[in-house]
């Protein structure tokens, strides 16, 4: 009878030995195995050095919204794994803004957040799993995505102390990697607290599982004498294997030159103007700049998100008739605080901006003004064309860094954005009247929010008239009938609406959810932080792929609140 019983176990987690010898076949096994495999994972992080950003909504109660952002924290930082779960500033605390100073702690009356405190849910138990201090309950098997888990309840026996994890974990079913775990950890004591969390890790690589995303939320908590909190938070770590991928497979190209190098007939197009001259300086600095961006895993590297806004620029230069040498470029800024500025030619919007913008016409909107900075020749500071004027400390990154306007600048370039977008609505018919509408939402959410719009590197969302003035629809003719109004009108995304991030090479993909159909008011939640929930794939094995890299079919789907695949197997 209890022979029948092992095997009814071994059947339903489905992990009978059909690939390998050394496949578990026991209950038992797999649990050691899922040990065995975690603390292995624990030893190998070590190496790593991922920037860390941690995003913490606080909320209160609304009768018609249920609950919406009433103040907002947030940090930015590299972890340094080898010693546990340590962070590195990158802003000295010299800065106008200081990320950390001042939130390291909690305090009877004042509810504070340790931003150590949410990077350590990278982690089950810090000190490692053992079956000493835990038992495993085998629930069912489930898919995350097209990755098929064994979920088991994790829970820390009476004497495993405080500060020991009690949830739910998913393990991929082919090397036991723990993917996602659920819960808390258990024991807050009266002057510091553990809160609830959803860790994530996604595969990078064959036998590569590294810590992405994570969510944390209280409803009701308790932090001094007749006081409660409420609050939503996400933590992104990328940057993993940080200006390695693009420089080795550059390395590794084989290049053939021609035996006589192609000449122009003409030698005097050779020569430069000294117009010519100064933007070709100009450019140099831009280029410097936007290279010391990217290896310090600020700037993500060229890919889909770019050639998108790079559109976008275009038919905006198409419709005004502009002919803008050289050429613009756009990059994206991997932080999910609300910016957008101008590195001579290079038009930076933030990961977080564009997660939020409600549709083509708001994007075009944001990158009006930054394409008027351009034609107004609006320039970068040259000082970078020395190349020694970048070989400074990562954490002076922010007080080296600072592409922010004048306000004259400012005014003029919400000017010229008038005039680009009036041309372009006339003439591509894409309405503009959502744009105005996202900007009076972030107007009146500004004092909820002020980390989120408070930029690292430029210029917070402009919100001025000009903008809003060239937005307004034009009049309906006459005799027409009035448009009904639109229930799913959305004013602006939550978090994450717009764009997928991949933590090892830090490739940007444009999210591709499905419809959502009829949306309740109290689900719009623009600007708010919402949940993770990933569509994990594997990453494909092939003689041409080292470990750790990864392609663009294994970009996780980060998309807020989207359903996961539950299939069955």
Not at 17 to 26: E, F, G, K, S, V
Not at 27 to 40: A, M, Y
Not at 59 to 72: E, I, S
Not at 78 to 101: C, H, M, N, P, Y
């Amino acid at each position: 009878m209890r022979t029948l019983r092992v095997i009814l176990i071994v059947l339903a987690l489905g992990v009978v030995p059909l690939r390998a010898a050394d496949q578990p076949t026991t209950l038992t096994q797999v649990v050691d195995r899922i040990i065995s495999q975690e603390n292995q994972e624990m030893a190998s992080l070590k190496k790593y050095t991922p920037l860390v950003e941690t995003y913490i909504q606080l909320m209160r109660a609304d009768k018609d919204l249920g609950a919406v952002p009433a103040g907002d924290k947030y940090f930015l930082g590299r972890a340094v794994l080898s010693k546990g779960v340590e962070l590195e500033q990158i802003t000295d605390e010299g800065t106008k803004r200081k990320l950390f100073g001042g939130l390291a702690q909690f305090s009877p009356t004042n509810l504070d957040f340790d931003p150590r405190g949410f990077l350590q849910m990278i982690y089950l138990d810090n000190a490692g799993l053992d079956r000493e201090h835990y038992s495993f309950d085998y629930v069912r098997r489930e898919f995350l995505g097209e990755v098929r888990c064994l979920v088991f309840d994790v829970t820390p026996s009476q004497k495993a102390g405080r500060g020991r994890f009690v949830g739910r974990i998913w393990v991929e079913d082919q090397d036991f990697h723990i993917v996602r775990f659920n819960g808390g950890y258990n024991g807050s004591g009266s002057g510091d607290y553990y809160f609830h969390f959803d860790s994530w890790r996604v595969n990078t690589g064959p036998g590569l599982w590294l810590p992405a995303f994570i969510y944390s939320e209280e409803e009701n908590l308790h932090f001094a004498i007749g006081r409660t909190a409420q609050f939503k938070a996400q933590t992104r770590l990328w940057g993993y294997n940080l200006g390695h991928s693009q420089q080795e497979q550059e390395l590794s190209r084989i290049l053939v030159e021609a035996p006589t190098p192609v000449q122009d007939q003409s030698q005097a197009t050779n020569d430069l103007s000294p117009v010519q001259a100064q933007r070709s300086w100009d450019r140099q600095a831009e280029d410097n700049i936007v290279d010391r961006l990217e290896r310090l895993g600020l700037l993500a590297p060229p890919g889909e998100v770019d050639k998108t806004l790079d559109t976008e620029v275009n038919n905006l230069e198409v419709t005004n008739n502009l002919d803008i040498e050289p050429e613009i470029r756009c990059r994206v800024l991997l932080t999910s605080t609300l910016e957008s500025f101008t590195i001579g030619h290079t038009i930076v919007l933030s990961r977080g901006l564009i997660d939020v913008l409600p549709d083509e016409g708001s994007l075009a909107a944001i990158l009006a003004h930054e394409v008027g900075h351009v034609v107004l020749a609006h320039r970068v500071d040259t000082q970078f064309a020395f190349f020694d004027s970048l070989l400074f400390n990562e954490k002076d990154t922010f007080r080296h860094f600072g592409f922010a306007r004048t306000k004259e600048e400012e005014v003029t370039a919400s000017a010229k954005a008038e005039e680009l977008l009036r041309n372009y609505s006339q003439q591509t018919k894409i309405p503009l009247a959502a744009a105005q509408l996202f900007l009076q939402a972030l107007a009146q959410r500004q004092k909820e929010i002020p980390n989120l719009i408070s930029p690292n590197l430029g210029d917070r969302v402009s919100t001025g008239v000009a903008v809003q003035a060239s937005a307004t629809p034009a009049p309906a003719p006459a005799g027409a009938q009035p448009a009904p109004n639109n229930q799913n009108q959305i004013v602006a995304l939550p978090l994450g609406g717009r764009i997928k991030m991949d933590p090892w090479n830090d490739q940007l993909q444009m999210l591709k959810s499905k419809p959502t159909g009829t949306v309740a008011e109290r689900e719009k939640m623009p600007f708010e932080v919402t949940p993770f929930v990933l569509y994990l794939t594997r990453e494909p094995v092939s003689n041409a792929q080292t470990p750790g890299a990864i392609s663009a079919s294994s970009q996780p789907d980060a998309a807020p609140a989207a359903p996961a695949t539950d299939k069955q197997p």
